[in-house]
């Protein structure tokens, strides 16, 4: 599915992007029907999924070994990012990978902002990686290969 500014939209809403409110209005159950029919759509959700799932369980790894540390906020911070831009309910969906309550996971997100590594868009669910984050994690990819 891909959402697209309507052309006559105000910049500042598009500058915005979408609102939880317009995603709840969404027919997720139709649009995953659709992708029965679409063997490369089907194909392209489940790699997401495998990812995204990797990435939250590297950042559960990185709490148990390091705590919370710039480098699990970080990694967290971009796994949030991601689940909330394909519009998944991020915080449940961490909680599980992660192996903590909902309500720990929200603090360090919180935490993951206060500190600079996830940025916020007004109104909306999610937010950018930002600057900080990308070195972190960037420094952290180079150390593995």
């Known amino acids: 599915m ?4 309507a052309d006559d939209a105000e910049p500042r809403d598009v500058a915005r992007g979408i609102s939880t409110t317009v995603l709840r209005r969404l027919n997720l159950a139709a649009a995953a029907e659709l992708t029965k029919n679409d063997p490369e759509m089907r194909r392209t959700l489940e790699e ?3 990812v995204v799932d990797a990435h939250g369980e590297a950042a ?3 709490l148990v070994e390091e705590g919370v540390s710039e480098r699990y906020l970080a990694a967290l911070a971009a796994t ?3 689940m909330a831009a394909a519009g998944a309910s991020p915080v449940p969906w961490l909680a599980r ?3 903590r309550r909902p309500e720990t996971i929200k603090d360090h997100l ?3 902002r206060r500190d600079g590594y996830l940025g916020t868009v007004a109104g909306k669910a999610g937010g950018g990686l930002t600057e900080k984050a990308k070195t972190i994690l960037n420094s ?4 593995r290969d």
Do not use: C, H, N, W
């Open 80 to 82: 949030y990012s991601a």
């Open 48 to 50: 997401f999924s495998q």
């Open 2 to 5: 891909t959402v697209e500014p």
């Open 60 to 62: 559960g790894r990185l």
């Open 97 to 99: 990978l992660i192996g």
């Open 110 to 112: 919180k935490k993951a």
């Open 140 to 143: 952290m990819q180079d150390a």
